[in-house]
């Protein structure tokens, strides 16, 4: 079972989940027109159904072996990477001045769920470079774009992030790799970063490392970091290659899933010191990583929206198949297909309405980022600002925490077929555990949301987004259509639940830190049930009103309100009930 | 991190949780006294502990290699099951007359529990072959009996359960391996059968088969099935090992996880037939298999909860080690250990909760086998079989969704250090996922629950069952211990839901079967979220009246009251509402 991407669903989401066609309509995107998105998502969905999604069970079995210094892609890695460039799929929403083709973000977001449904380990690299490509737009000097950024455009460089150390995980600001000014003006870089995604490979011949480090007379913590543009080879004047830059990968990690991404232990400075270039300021480090890792962000979101996809459709297609016992009124003597028997109904109910959540989310979000670079107005563009930047850390969790759940749910659709390796679905499961891990944990994107997110422009974006919801769940009443069931009331609850337990944490943030910690996590649940099911009323809505898809869109947001947003009043108790409970339990942990 | 046995965790489940102090006081296991299970105890995770859990990682490393017909085990297995069949640890729960030791069942549960945190591939084939030891017991001929049961209860010979074939999974009652009648009055197996656990290996001298065949003139489905047994080599008179029986492994399947346990592919009547030998009577065989099985679910149940006590011991040693960040109330410029943080508290707080509850369900549940078969009365008897009847399928899902989604904590808790192979939280994760699906599907538990379980004694059994649990939540509120918080009120509600779910289902169980399916898996969660919590409420209140370990008891209690069992009123909603929301959505499950 491969991948076919789900095009008409895609197109559908866009439009009128996130906004898009009003979006054109506005003439937010210049000349651009529906017709032109939808020519490239089908090549897109040609291109990762064809090209990139053979490769996935490849690079699951093959991995990337790690010899004398250099990994090996996969076998078919390099060819589909020339293929990729040449179509021009890293270079979608780049700048046109770099010879980007400066799309939407949002068509880049629907293409990058596609790529990953086709192949986490696969378009981990591109992924990160094209979040490389954005920090150093946005934070590099001219002359650092002028040489590197053209080439990361086009792929024929890649980048990487490079963040962790043994010590830095989730404190980013305990790192200790250590860049020196030099007399030419450039830094020389010692240490050693852990877990760098794509560090060394064979597919382009140039790698471009985006580095934090910390300067010898940097204040501590955050406040001290710079960022670092480190290049595995050193450039010619006239641009060519040159020498071998003092980085290289010492150890390839052996993991989990995504076999075919690359791990990498990072060596800085073996002889004396890697090269370096300043990106914006030093001691800024920070505010140019959180560029690159806002948009990386929203892209390991589209991960979990793309495995839960790819494993619906292949829980969708072993269930048709598959026959096992009579469901009610099958004829007698015959075995039904399971996808008849109510509790296989069940689970790929959860899985599609899950899944259609956790991509309105994050088209949503992708089209909040679109609407902060090209708004307007400068009131448009920054309220759109903040919406995006509320909405990043929810995609980042809620939806990778759905890949988890969709990929575990498409092993128990295939019984006992699951748990064997050669069906496939186990390779979901397990490459879907890495997402709620990596560009900040989870409970990180909690933290995030709680902490910094809330309180941005006195609450008021946050009341914003709500409002917005609470409009789509009241005309969703006021549609009295029958299908519905529940779903108006399931929904108006959550968003009456999100609400209070917003304006709970907002009281406790600045007194009761920890009461407003102990429930972060709970609450970006709660917040992605409430947007996510008003997301799905929202379309199932335009499909009523346009007359089109409509019984499958108001089934799935039925389903996803009865069966998963029913769940908020629970968790908004939990936010405000938990706090005491979490912190004196010493007791408990203490065995 | 290897696996310490919680020996006064588990003594106080047994003692309170599971009522064993009052069963022993009762005299219900003549003159064992808590001290020599106590001794039982220690010693079974002594060898946990210091023999088992070390095969571990070796077993998923090196896995089941197949060659020309023959498994070979990880290295020291062989060492270890020695050591095991010298320790009497496959005889704890067996009959005296076979040379068992007649231990109670729920004492043989906790050593299970212990076997599996160890190592569940290295338990997986003892847990099967105690299994066949009840059926053969229960159901077997003397003359069957008298020649297999001392070599299967000494450990000498290892049994297999044998009912999967590749059209019948979920559906036993679409086998088609073909048993044949001979003139010596045994039969002749021709078929395969696939998932085969420990069909094939070298740890001991012979293996016993227990088979699934159809006879030539059975009526159709589950009531023309019956149960073989079929030895790997055939006894000479003398009892001595005779010729090799035409059985055979063909291959042995790569699988998710539990590597150390092969799961064959086995191969009857290559050469003619394999002789088998009737268990029971013709054509009444899934009764037999039903005396195994119940007993395998419940082991199963408890590979849920020993692996999510070894995932959670792993994860907290870590999260005490591992510093990261500075929590509220720390010294400045000192990095924290990450239990100090309340998210992480959390996620910690989720598994101990979660673990216990199961573990209370799963021990509750052995005791109510043990009363059904040393109850003072017939009516005793009766009553505490229904109880373990109506439990079983409960004990087996839910601590088998539970031993997931700890592990998935347990990852989660050791952030990117969980995502690599070598620090093990990633082999839990794996090994987990297989058991909600074998022994039964999760779902086949749930559906078995509301329409075999819940219609017993014409509802009374389960009625009894939440009288029960209804009067604990009453003398928790009673207690009024400050450190509760809303736990008492949090599991009334839950009972109260459990009990109109229940109702309800009932109800529709004649009228709308598929009203009553579309329910069961979030009725099964229901149930267990509510016995589980009522359960540790039983623990925390003997905790108080003891004096004993009450402030840890108090805050599980209140942790899974306030976080978990509080989804209970969200989920009997789902239960009573989401039928026509899983019936009506062919549209959604059409593309």
Redo the contacts between chains.
């Keep these: 079972m491969t991948y076919k991407a789900?095009l008409?669903?895609i197109g559908f989401a866009l439009r009128h989940g996130a906004s898009l066609q009003a979006a054109i309509t506005e003439g937010l995107f210049g000349e651009l027109t529906l017709d032109d998105v939808d020519a490239v998502l089908a090549e897109a969905g040609r291109f990762a159904g064809e090209v990139i999604a053979p490769l996935n069970r490849i690079g699951d079995t093959f991995g990337t072996p790690f010899k004398d210094g250099a990994v090996t892609t996969p076998p078919g890695y390099k060819e589909a990477y020339r293929g990729w460039r040449e179509g021009g799929w890293n270079s979608l929403a780049a700048p046109l001045e770099w010879g980007g083709q400066a799309l939407p973000q949002i068509v880049n977001a629907a293409c990058t769920e596609m790529w990953h449904s086709a192949s986490v380990a696969f378009a981990n690299g591109p992924m990160l470079t094209m979040a490389a490509i954005d920090a150093l737009n946005a934070h590099g000097s001219a002359e650092l774009k002028k040489t590197y950024l053209e080439k990361l455009v086009s792929g024929e460089w890649m980048g990487t992030m490079q963040l962790?150390e043994p010590?830095a995980?989730?404190?980013v600001g305990?790192l200790r790799t250590r860049a020196e000014r030099t007399a030419a003006g450039a830094y020389r870089l010692t240490g050693q970063k852990?877990?760098i995604t794509y560090g060394e490979h064979d597919l382009t011949d140039n790698i471009i490392h985006f580095v934090l480090a910390r300067l010898p007379d940097a204040p501590?913590g955050t406040r001290g970091i710079s960022l670092f543009l480190v290049p595995k080879f050193l450039l010619n004047p006239d641009g060519s290659l040159g020498a071998r830059n003092d980085v290289r990968a010492h150890s390839v990690?052996?993991?989990?899933?995504i076999h075919g991404s690359p791990t990498c232990t990072m060596i800085f400075g073996d002889k004396g010191g890697a090269t370096g270039y300043l990106i914006g300021a030093e001691n800024a480090g920070m505010a140019c990583m959180f560029t690159m890792m806002n948009r990386a962000r929203l892209a390991v979101g589209l991960q979990g929206v793309g495995l839960a996809e790819r494993a619906t459709q292949q829980a969708?297609a072993y269930a048709r198949e598959r026959?096992?016992?009579r469901a009610?009124g099958a004829k007698p003597?015959e075995?039904s297909p399971i996808?008849a028997?109510?509790?296989?109904?069940?689970?790929?109910?959860t899985m599609?309405?899950l899944t259609q959540a956790a991509r309105a989310v994050c088209y949503t979000t992708a089209m909040a980022i679109d609407c902060s670079e090209r708004g307007r107005d400068e009131a448009a563009r920054k309220a759109a600002h903040q919406r995006a930047s509320l909405l990043t850390p929810v995609a980042k969790a809620f939806s990778t925490d759905i890949g988890?759940e969709v990929a575990?749910l498409g092993?128990?659709v295939h019984?006992?077929m699951?748990?064997?390796?050669?069906t496939g679905a186990?390779q979901h499961?397990?490459d879907a555990?890495?997402a709620?891990?990596?560009e900040g944990?989870?409970?990180i994107q909690?933290?995030d949301l709680v902490t910094r997110k809330l309180p941005l422009a006195g609450g008021a974006a946050v009341a914003a987004h709500i409002d917005e919801m609470r409009g789509i769940a009241r005309a969703l009443a006021a549609s009295n259509d029958p299908?519905l069931?529940?779903a108006a009331a399931r929904l108006a609850d959550a968003v009456a639940s999100l609400e209070r337990a917003t304006h709970w944490l907002l009281k406790r943030l600045g007194t009761e830190?920890?009461a407003a910690?102990?429930g972060?996590?709970?609450y970006l649940r709660l917040f992605g049930l409430a947007t996510g099911g008003c997301l799905l009323a929202k379309e199932a809505l335009a499909a009523l009103r346009l007359g089109a898809?409509a019984?499958?869109?108001v089934?799935?947001t039925?389903?996803f309100a009865?069966?998963c947003a029913?769940?908020?009043?629970?968790i908004e108790?939990?936010v405000v009930?938990?706090?005491?409970?979490?912190?004196?339990?010493d007791?408990?942990?203490?065995?």
Excluded: W
């Design positions: 789900p008409a669903e962790t010590q995980g989730s404190d305990a852990i877990f501590a990690e052996h993991k989990l899933g969708l026959r096992q016992g009610e003597g075995m996808i028997h109510p509790d296989v109904r069940r689970m790929l109910l599609r309405a988890n575990s092993v128990q019984g006992g699951g748990f064997i390796e050669e186990a499961f397990r555990r890495i709620p891990i990596y944990t989870n409970g909690a933290i299908g069931g529940c830190p920890n910690l102990a972060a996590t709970p898809d019984p499958a869109r089934a799935v039925r389903f009865e069966n029913v769940h908020a009043g629970a108790r939990t009930e938990c706090a005491a409970g979490v912190m004196d339990a007791a408990a942990l203490s065995a």
